[in-house]
């Protein structure tokens, strides 16, 4: 399990992984992809029930939600918005995050990343509610 260094050369040249790190990065990549997906659920969804004779309950959506093209155009450029804007601060943080920084600043990109973690999760559970809510409403 563990594995003895002898020299301090050896010490700094070893690559140390914790088996603790739970987030990898292509977790991000899958949480963008769920992302999506649901947003594109959120189109049909709203789609149908539209057709069906309800209504949009987002006031901010009222104007977009009748023309499915429309509606699918806001969504792309708000996915667009969301991920330029997230992933341009992971680059910030891998760009500024080098070797030798203290420990509190190191400990600040990893609060901002987790941040970013969370927004993404958080958006994932609001379309899900949306789409389920959606998909209730049809049925």
Do not use: C
């Not at 806001?74 to 891998?94: D, G, P």
Request: net charge positive.
């Amino acid at each position: 399990m563990y594995e003895r260094l002898s020299t301090m050369s050896e010490i700094k040249n070893y690559e140390f992984q914790t088996q603790f790190t739970i987030v990898k990065k292509y977790h991000r990549h899958v949480l963008w992809l769920i992302l999506g997906l649901l947003f594109a659920l959120d189109i049909f969804t709203t789609t149908m029930s539209l057709r069906l004779g309800y209504f949009e309950k987002n006031p901010l959506m009222i104007p977009f939600a009748g023309n499915p093209v429309l509606h699918g155009i806001v969504k792309i450029i708000a996915y667009i918005f969301l991920f330029v804007v997230i992933e341009r601060t992971v680059i910030f943080i891998e760009e500024r995050k080098p070797e030798k920084t203290p420990f509190w600043i190191k400990l600040n990109f990893q609060i901002l990343y987790g941040l970013i973690l969370f927004a993404l999760i958080y958006l994932i559970w609001v379309y899900l509610y949306v789409v389920l809510n959606n998909i209730l409403t049809i049925a």
